[in-house]
């Protein structure tokens, strides 16, 4: 029997082989020209078809070549989205766990319910049994499914759920829908849709909550500027007496904090006490009450 092979390397990813095996197959609406397997199998190895869903219609199960019966797909999920590219498995839904097939021939799964889709259609993702790599055809040869050079439909790998690479032009995978009439109640499947970003509030000009607050020895004193310029930031013990200057300098736009270690001018520790620190951005002045503890 003559071997086909090609080898596909995903950028990132560790590289799968793929291995056809040549084989007949009897009458069917895709002439089967071998089995796609792959080699390595680890546990997140993925074969996902694209199954182009019509709006008046649903999804009730899918019919595919199988290759070998003693290797069934732990998992086969049903993710929705246009034919470019799968989506991540974490975003696919189970719909039917240890799926056998007989082996050197067509199988089928039913759902336990139809699925619609929202976007172009369906992707149908098979798990593949982690170290069943395919090695030839039929029972006890590893887990793979039949492909077609003309016909078939399109397919693509993953070994990790979550970057895809597909077939080459050519190549479509043996794998059948089975559609039934979209009824109103069917439940239809669409893509999540990634949560937009929150814009971010302006910054403003503001003198920001300190911490800790009390504190022993330091605290931070924390603003925020909606533009750059000269802060002033000092400290006055509770008779309104200057005690330290922190700041008199130019900052840019943005959060900042300046730390104060409880001392004076002359570096001396001050008692234990309520101090006013006192922040001047432009013709903005605001006080904060900070209590050193002893």
Not at 14 to 37: D, F, K, R
Not at 273 to 291: D, E, H, K, P, S
Request: a negative charge; hydrophobic letters at 45%.
């Amino acid at each position: 029997m003559k071997r086909v092979g090609f080898l596909v390397m995903l950028i990132g990813l560790v590289g799968l082989a793929a291995t056809c095996q040549a084989g007949s197959v009897g009458t069917t609406p895709v002439p089967v020209e071998g089995i796609l397997g792959l080699s390595p199998v680890g546990p997140t190895t993925y074969v996902a078809v694209f199954i182009p869903v019509p709006a008046a219609q649903a999804l009730a199960g899918v019919k595919w070549y199988n290759n070998d019966a003693l290797a069934p797909f732990p998992l086969l999920l049903l993710a929705s989205g246009a034919s470019a590219a799968p989506a991540v498995v974490t975003e696919a839904e189970v719909v039917a766990e240890v799926v056998e097939g007989v082996s050197s021939g067509w199988s089928e799964v039913t759902f336990t319910q139809p699925f619609c889709s929202a976007s172009e259609g369906l992707y149908a993702i098979f798990q593949l049994p982690e170290g069943s790599e395919c090695h030839g055809e039929g029972s006890g040869t590893g887990a793979g499914i039949g492909y077609s050079t003309s016909g078939g439909l399109t397919g693509w790998l993953s070994a990790d759920g979550q970057q895809w690479v597909g077939l080459r032009a050519g190549f479509g995978l043996a794998v059948q829908p089975v559609l039934v009439g979209a009824d109103l109640g069917m439940r239809v499947m669409s893509r999540a849709e990634a949560a937009p970003e929150p814009t971010p509030a302006p910054l403003q000009t503001a003198l920001l909550p300190s911490g800790p607050n009390p504190f022993n020895p330091r605290t931070e004193i924390r603003f925020s500027l909606a533009v750059a310029q000269i802060v002033s930031l000092r400290i006055y013990n509770a008779r309104g007496e200057l005690v330290r200057r922190l700041a008199d300098e130019a900052f840019d736009a943005g959060e900042h904090a300046v730390v104060w270690d409880g001392r004076n001018e002359r570096g001396q520790g001050l008692a234990s006490g309520v101090y006013i620190a006192r922040f001047q951005a432009g013709n903005m002045v605001t006080t904060r009450r900070l209590t050193l503890v002893r």
